[in-house]
């Protein structure tokens, strides 16, 4: 799955001159917390909400409402946004978007197409993919379970399943507890709860969990 496919778009943008009040303003009625900045249709930087927040005056300030209106209405985007924008393009996928953002502890990257902001890829998004991923609105047994890292434990698992009328409605391998092994979650529908236990149990090293749900 790429970018392209999952990004938000079309994307709001803000011109680097608007201030900061009108800016909280517009993310606060487009229901968002971070916005490309742009200037003669290229990126100059990016602003989040928290950005906005903390350039402005203190609940414990001394200022009356006049003073602090008047200092907020000076105080443009272009004084608190990022700079040094990272970004990745449509045909990007999403687990190196995902390695992007955690790697450099941020949450959003804009979509680029020829120097142009074409959308914008969050850490909301990537929660809805993992969401589906797991399946967590489909209903089914759902399992985790260790197995040996070895060619051909998948397909006796995958095949020991279905050969019994299972379908796999979410499908997930990650890293087990060494290198010898992996932690395998998935969500099959269409067989009981102790039927797929039984069918695992010689298969995999340990079940981890199992339960049904959604």
């Known amino acids: 799955m790429l970018v392209g496919e999952r990004m938000k ?8 001159e608007m201030p900061i009040i009108e800016a909280l303003d517009l993310m606060r009625k487009e229901h968002i917390r971070r ?7 290229k990126l100059i930087g990016i602003v989040s909400e928290k950005d906005l927040l903390n350039a402005s005056p203190s ?22 946004m990022t700079k040094n924008v990272l970004t990745v393009s449509e045909d990007t996928t999403l687990e190196e978007a995902a ?11 804009p979509v680029m197409r020829d120097e142009h902001v074409v959308g914008i890829i969050t850490e909301t998004d990537l929660f809805k993919i993992f969401l ?8 089914g047994v759902r399992v985790s379970a260790l197995i040996r890292d070895e060619r051909g434990q998948l397909a006796k698992l995958t095949h020991a399943l279905t050969n019994q ?8 391998l ?13 969500k099959v529908e269409g067989i009981e709860l102790e039927k797929v236990k039984e069918l695992l149990e010689p298969i995999v090293i340990r079940i981890v969990d199992i339960r049904n749900t959604p």
Do not use: H
């Open 9 to 16: 778009r079309p994307v709001i943008t803000i011109k680097p």
């Open 35 to 41: 916005a490309p900045i742009v200037k003669d249709r």
């Open 59 to 80: 609940s414990a300030t001394s200022l009356s409402i006049w003073e602090m209106n008047y200092l907020l209405s000076k105080v443009q985007v272009k004084d608190v």
């Open 99 to 109: 390695r992007i953002m955690s790697d450099n502890k941020i949450g959003c990257l």
């Open 132 to 139: 589906e991923l797991l399946g967590a609105r489909e209903m």
């Open 165 to 172: 009328g299972g379908n796999f409605v979410a499908f997930g």
């Open 174 to 186: 990650f890293f087990g507890e060494d290198s010898s092994n992996r932690l395998l979650t998935f």
